[in-house]
C-alpha cells in the first residue's frame, strides 16, 4: 500500500505565516506561496508539519461561523465541508481564515449513495471527477490550506465499495496537480472492514479522518482493532449524538444541557484524542456555530444571536491551558411541573405549569431568563442532512425571572420547553424538556 506520509518534501516558507496567530491580511504586497503540509514518521511517531514547523490541529468545523473568534480562542485551523458553502466562495474562506491566521482542511462535496448517487454509473463519476478537478485548480494555491478532505461520511448508509475507487481517483489527481497539500477522507465511525476497503482501494490517500460523537471514547481501541497503522485526525467530535441518548416514551430524544455538555467535551478529548499524538494528528470540534439538528441547539457550540456556551470556555482552556477571563453560566437545574427531561413529562391541554431553572455564574453576572416554546421538530434530516427550525408559539409563558408558568397548548402533540440564561457578556447556558399535551 502507497503511503505519502513516508516522503518528505522540501517546506516553502511563507512570509507572515509562521504557525497559529500570524494576523496576516490576505491582500500583502507580496503575493504568499502555497503553503506546504507533510507527514512525516519518526520513529514510533507520525508528525504532521506546516511549512516545515511542527504542527498540531486545534480546530473546529466551521460552515458559517465566527472564525474570528476561533482564532481568538486559540484555535489554529477549522474545517470546512465544501469548497462553496452558498454563502461563502472558497477563496473568500480561505482568504478569512489567512486573515486570521488559521489554516484550513478543506472539504471537497463527494456524492453520496444514500442521497441516490449511483457509483457503477460511469459517466456520473466522471463528471463529478472532472467538477472537483475545476475546484481544487482554482484553490490549490492559496496559501491557508493544508489538507483536502475528500467527501464527508460517504461509508454512512453505503453499501458500494465503489466509492473509494472514486476518492482514490481524487486524490491521485489532487497529488499530480497539487504537491503541496495532503489528502483525507472522513468517515463516520471506523471498523476493520473499512479501513480494508480503504486500504484496498483508496491507498493514495495520506491519512484517515474519523467523526464520533459519545462512542468517541472507544476510538483508540477501534483504531487498534482495524489495524490502521497510519495517522489520523478526528474530524467531528463533540455533544452526545441525538442517536446515542435516551427517549421519552413517545420518541423524543432527550437533549443534555449545555453545562453536562461542557463536561462531556472536556471529558472526550482528554480520554481519546490528547493522549494519542502518535498517530492522531490534532482534531476539530463540532460545531464552531449553530444548526438546527433535533433542535436549534443540539450540536452547535454557540448560540444564533453568536453567544458562546460552556463548550466554547472548555476548547479555549484545552487550546490554551487556561480558562477565558469571563466564563459562562452553569445550569444547576430545570423542572417542569417539578419533573425533569427524563421524566416523560405529559401535560393537559390549556392549562398551567410551574418551571423552575436554577443557573450559577461564577462572575456574578446578571442573568437575563428567555423561555421559548416549539412543537417537537418532524422535518428530520439524516447524517446531518439541512432540518427547518420549528417556529417558536407565542403567548404560553407567564413571569419572567428564572421561575415562570407555563400554560400548555391547546392542540395535543410533542413540544420543548427551551431555556436561555445570557450573562450579559456574550454568553449563554440552555436546556430544553420535552413534553407531550395530552
Not at 448508509?157 to 472514486?166: H, L, S, Y
Not at 459519545?214 to 442517536?243: F, S
Request: proline share 5%; with cysteine.
Amino acid at each position: 500500500m502507497k503511503r505519502l506520509y513516508i516522503i518528505t518534501f522540501i517546506a516553502f516558507f511563507v512570509p507572515g505565516i509562521s504557525g497559529c496567530n500570524q494576523n496576516v491580511s490576505a491582500n500583502d504586497n507580496k503575493s504568499p506561496q502555497p503553503t506546504k503540509a507533510e507527514i512525516k514518521k519518526e520513529g514510533d511517531k507520525f508528525q504532521l508539519y506546516v511549512n516545515g514547523e511542527p504542527f498540531y490541529i486545534k480546530g473546529a468545523g466551521l460552515e458559517f461561523g465566527d472564525i474570528s473568534a476561533l482564532a481568538k480562542h486559540g484555535g489554529n485551523s477549522f474545517r470546512t465541508w465544501r469548497t462553496d458553502n452558498g454563502q461563502q466562495s472558497g477563496k473568500e474562506v480561505l482568504d478569512e481564515a489567512y486573515k486570521h491566521g488559521l489554516y484550513v482542511t478543506m472539504g471537497i462535496e463527494v456524492a453520496r449513495e444514500r442521497h441516490g448517487f449511483d457509483y457503477d454509473n460511469d459517466a456520473e463519476v466522471t463528471a463529478q471527477f472532472e467538477r472537483i478537478k475545476k475546484e481544487v485548480m482554482e484553490l490549490k494555491d492559496h496559501p491557508a490550506l493544508i489538507i483536502w478532505a475528500i467527501g464527508n461520511e460517504l461509508n454512512l448508509r453505503a453499501t458500494n465499495p465503489k466509492v473509494w475507487d472514486a476518492v482514490n481517483d481524487v486524490s491521485k489527481m489532487i497529488h499530480e496537480i497539487d504537491p503541496n497539500h495532503l489528502t483525507t477522507t472522513t468517515l463516520a465511525g471506523i471498523s476493520k472492514e473499512l479501513v480494508d476497503d480503504i486500504n484496498q482501494r483508496a491507498p493514495d490517500l495520506d491519512l484517515l479522518s474519523v467523526q464520533m460523537y459519545a462512542d468517541i471514547v472507544n476510538l483508540p481501541k477501534y483504531i487498534e482493532e482495524t489495524g490502521w497503522d497510519g495517522p489520523y485526525i478526528v474530524t467531528e467530535w463533540g455533544a452526545t449524538g441525538h442517536w446515542e441518548v435516551g427517549a421519552t416514551e413517545w420518541g423524543a430524544p432527550i437533549e443534555n444541557n449545555s453545562t453536562v455538555k461542557a463536561e462531556y467535551y472536556l471529558e472526550r478529548y482528554k480520554t481519546a484524542i490528547e493522549p494519542y499524538k502518535n498517530q492522531c494528528l490534532g482534531s476539530y470540534v463540532f460545531l464552531w456555530g449553530q444548526k438546527q439538528e433535533r433542535t436549534p441547539t443540539w450540536y452547535g457550540i454557540f448560540m444564533e444571536n453568536g453567544n458562546e456556551t460552556e463548550s466554547v470556555d472548555v476548547m479555549h482552556f484545552l487550546w490554551n491551558n487556561e480558562w477565558p477571563s469571563n466564563r459562562s453560566p452553569r445550569l444547576v437545574d430545570f423542572k417542569l411541573d417539578g419533573k425533569t427531561a427524563n421524566d416523560n413529562v405529559t401535560l393537559a391541554s390549556n392549562k398551567y405549569y410551574p418551571a423552575v431553572v436554577q443557573i450559577e455564574d461564577t462572575d456574578g453576572d446578571n442573568i437575563k431568563y428567555i423561555w421559548d416554546i416549539k412543537p417537537e421538530s418532524t422535518d428530520l434530516g439524516d447524517g446531518g442532512d439541512f432540518e427547518t427550525t420549528p417556529e417558536s408559539l407565542s403567548g404560553l409563558i407567564e413571569g419572567e425571572g428564572d421561575s415562570i408558568e407555563l400554560k400548555t397548548p391547546s392542540v395535543g402533540g410533542a413540544y420543548r420547553l427551551f431555556i436561555y440564561a445570557e450573562d450579559g457578556h456574550g454568553n449563554t447556558a440552555h436546556a430544553n424538556i420535552p413534553f407531550l399535551v395530552n
